[in-house]
């Protein structure tokens, strides 16, 4: 074995965040950078010797480097086969299916989701475990550990691997297999759900729907399953080349940055339904004719109709939401009489109740939901579900909402995102706002009386591991709720999340404008945190 061991020194910032480490490309470029945060991960891992990894990303500007780079440095530490995507791409949903299928050991997934690309753009790396999803805090702070200390990496001195072709090649007597990038991920699909009848929906003529994979990494996988399994007439699937900077937009399936989709299914000839998904696939938005499905509404709507979607029809173990995600689904999970459980954000507070088989379905509101079929969110099989549901109930997706409200009742929700914030005022806000905490209960506000105000705590009802300081809440007599968070996935400043919520039973009240309907408690939630006085932000960067 022909490798190298370099001297090196610590970097004082990899500290993973929810999704991995996230830095500008020019970071990771840094001589070292990325050697020091693959090497830690290894030296954070049980032995190395003989195991099995997969690797593939986003195909993000610097992808194809890395991977060269991290699949030298797996043969150095003695890894004996890897799995990579053909030209290094693996949908995050298709990297944790590999990993589960061929029971790896472990992926090494390259992206920074739903962040923008390029020279000038964002990279990002996470370590996923042998179940698929994303590494616990217990390895993820070992790596950080490890990151803090790190004085020497070992790098093959082996020429570049072959990402183009498929096929089994050597390097340095590890075998890398270069595999498909779809093919695993589609059939896993057409496994979970009724692909005739959604090919019969797709090409029967009365139904069109528009995808829009924002030239990122969905758009070989929905050109596949969409257009080429199912039907759906060519066309159907816009911006589907990935490209390195994707397309210079900002890949974040959103009404503010999926304008393209968002103007075509709001206008007077809009498609039936309409989708889009990230950077890496994990995140979904759902559209109908003129209507936006909220993701906390679609969660719910999903585990509603569950019983449609073959893979499911046996019921649902149980159901389980991020704490900001509102609180829709767990309206349901109490009429089918199963469990409901509220997480942190992020994805790997779900791993545990998937494992244990205590939850069927998670969501987020940050427009990731997902199932017990991979341990990551899943755009494409939201979409598919969806596309299931209204194959088996034949009624637009606007109907499907509506009856659902006045089944279940609706929940108001929106959130208002302020990006880039100056991490010191940012701090400052949280701040205040946890000052006020223990003297807001039984307070009145505008009319409003607080039940509780907490930074929210999670204890694992698996392993009892906690988490602390996940969010401030602050919860109304009534069910309302304003919740405050500085999202751990942006690159730049601090991104401060608002979350604002209120339930509304009377049906003669549900139609009303989302933003209108919560004017009130929108206010509230400005003046509560003191936004514009510590921030000088007059409006959000992103509604949603």
């Known amino acids: 074995m022909a490798f190298t061991t370099v001297r090196t020194a610590p970097f004082d910032d990899q500290k993973p965040g929810t999704s991995g480490l996230r830095k500008k490309v020019k970071t990771f470029q840094q001589a070292h950078y990325l050697e020091n945060f693959v090497q830690s991960t290894f030296d954070s891992l049980t032995d190395c010797q003989g195991q099995t990894l997969v690797v593939g990303g986003d195909g993000r500007y610097y992808n194809q480097t890395a991977i060269q780079i991290i699949l030298k440095m797996a043969a150095a530490n003695g890894f004996s086969h890897v799995w990579v995507g053909q030209n290094g791409i693996l949908s995050t ?5 590999v990993i589960r299928k061929y029971q790896a050991f472990g992926g090494i997934i390259l992206s920074a989701s739903h962040n923008p690309a390029g020279v000038n753009g964002d990279f990002g790396i996470k370590f996923n475990t042998a179940n698929g999803g994303p590494a616990p805090e217990s390895i993820t702070g070992a790596i950080f550990n490890h990151s803090r200390h790190i004085s020497e990496y070992r790098i093959s001195d082996c020429a570049d691997i072959n990402l183009t072709e498929i096929g089994t090649q050597t390097l340095d007597g590890m075998t890398v ?56 007439p060519k066309g159907t699937v816009i911006n589907g080349i990935p490209l390195p900077d994707f397309g210079e937009g900002h890949p974040d399936p959103n009404l503010t940055y999926a304008e393209e989709l968002v103007t075509e299914m709001f206008s007077d000839n809009a498609p039936d339904f309409g989708a889009a998904s990230d950077g890496d696939g994990d995140r979904n938005m759902i559209l109908g004719d003129n209507i936006f499905v909220t993701p906390s ?34 309206r349901v999970a109490e009429k089918l009489g199963i469990e409901s459980h509220e997480t942190p954000t992020g994805w790997k507070f779900f791993g545990n109740l998937l494992d244990a088989d205590r939850a069927t379905l998670c969501g987020e509101e940050s427009f990731g939901t997902g199932s017990n079929h991979i341990r990551e969110k899943d755009g494409l099989w939201a979409v598919l579900f969806w596309l299931n549901i209204l194959a088996a109930r034949a009624i637009p997706v606007a109907e499907v909402v509506n009856r659902h409200w006045q089944e279940f009742g609706r929940n108001y929700y929106t959130r208002h995102d302020y990006e880039s914030i100056p991490s010191e005022q940012a701090e400052a806000l949280m701040l205040h706002l946890e000052q006020q905490l223990a003297d807001l209960p039984g307070r009145q506000i505008d009319g409003r009386t607080v039940e509780y105000a907490d930074n929210f705590s999670y204890r694992d009802p698996v392993d009892n591991s906690v988490a602390d300081k996940q969010g401030i809440r602050v919860g109304f007599e009534g069910g309302d709720r304003i919740i405050y968070r500085l999202s751990g996935t942006g690159t730049e400043g601090a991104t401060l999340r608002v979350y604002i919520e209120s339930y509304q039973a009377d049906q ?18 400005e003046s509560l945190a003191m936004i514009r006085d510590l921030t000088g932000r007059t409006a959000p960067t992103v509604i949603t």
């Open 93 to 97: 949903p298709a990297a944790s299916c």
């Open 177 to 232: 297999e270069v595999i498909d990038s779809v093919s695993d991920y589609a059939e896993l699909m057409a496994s979970l759900f009724d692909f005739d009848a959604i090919h019969d929906l797709l090409t029967g003529g009365n139904f069109k729907m528009r995808f829009d994979a924002m030239h990122a990494v969905t758009g070989p996988y929905a050109t596949e399953i969409l257009e080429n399994r199912l039907g759906a």
């Open 297 to 330: 509404d679609s969660l719910a709507i999903l585990a509603a109709n569950a019983s449609l979607v073959p893979a499911y029809k046996a019921g649902l173990k149980g159901v389980a939401r991020s704490m900001p995600t509102s609180q829709a689904v767990d």
């Open 508 to 525: 003669s009240k549900q139609r009303l404008d989302t933003q209108q309907a919560l004017a009130d408690l929108i206010e509230l939630a």
